[in-house]
């Protein structure tokens, strides 16, 4: 397993934009799919945006056309690229990886940081 380190978090009004960077360590990051997930208050952990090993992507439909998700293996790091946020994007985001394929489910995904506070005021 990878130990993970989320940063980036922090308040932003509606409209701006936020990069979160998860940090991973260990040589074989490259080999790990790895994901976004937030969660809010009293909701469930959800689905944000996943890169595979290869550099292929997924976004849940909230976050389409708005966050990009990218990573730099040389640097151990995964980024979230949050454009045009808006008030109920306001969640503790976590970032996760496994060395499986592809997932958008919190239980496909062995390592876990411990996440950053987004909050997106209106």
């Known amino acids: 397993q990878v130990q993970l380190v989320e940063s980036g978090g922090g308040l932003v009004q509606a409209g701006g934009s936020l990069r979160l960077s998860c940090a991973a360590s260990?040589?074989?990051?490259?080999?790990?799919?790895v994901g976004w997930f937030r969660q809010a208050p009293g909701k469930e952990r959800e689905f944000v945006a996943v890169i595979s090993r290869g550099g292929d992507t997924a976004y849940a439909d909230s976050a389409k056309g708005r966050f990009t998700i990218s990573r730099d293996n040389a640097k151990n790091t995964v980024y979230l690229q949050m454009n045009s946020l808006k008030p109920e994007d306001t969640a503790v985001y976590f970032c996760?990886?496994?060395?499986?394929?592809?997932?958008?489910?919190?239980?496909?995904?062995?390592?876990w940081g411990q996440g950053t506070q987004v909050t997106v005021s209106s």
């Open positions: 996760a990886a496994d060395q499986g394929t592809i997932a958008t489910i919190p239980a496909a995904f062995g390592s």
């Open positions: 260990g040589r074989t990051f490259s080999s790990y799919a």
